[in-house]
């Protein structure tokens, strides 16, 4: 069984950061891409970031240069560092491995103000 857990989520300030974790469990995780998602009220989820199992990372336009993925495969966990944050970080944030893409986590809301 998959499982996926979110934390680190909160209130913050705009220009503030907070950084997300995501613990997995029921994969293989040294060999899996994980990525980072989010979903903001009244929209659709969105990728956010993605790490591949050889460390090379990809950002949504909207993050870029402000947010870092990483991975840490001996705590088989996904980290999602966010700086300079904005109002329009405002979203419940996911984390998923998409090879095994039926499975989501609670996922951990972060809320930005000005």
């Known amino acids: 069984q998959v499982q996926l857990v979110e934390s680190g989520g909160g209130l913050v300030q705009a220009g503030g950061s907070l950084r997300l974790s995501c613990a997995a469990s029921?994969?293989?995780?040294?060999?899996?891409?994980m990525g980072w998602y989010r979903q903001a009220p009244g929209k659709q989820r969105e990728l956010v970031a993605e790490?591949?199992?050889?460390?090379?990372?990809n950002y949504a336009d909207s993050v870029k240069g402000r947010f870092t993925i990483s991975r840490d495969n001996a705590k088989s966990t996904v980290y999602l560092q966010m700086n300079s944050l904005k109002p329009e970080d405002t979203a419940v944030y996911y984390c998923?491995?998409?090879?095994?893409?039926?499975?989501w986590g609670q996922g951990t809301r972060v809320t930005v103000s000005l």
């Open positions: 998923k491995a998409p090879l095994h893409n039926r499975y």
């Open positions: 029921g994969i293989v995780f040294r060999i899996n891409p």
């Open positions: 790490i591949a199992s050889g460390d090379v990372a």
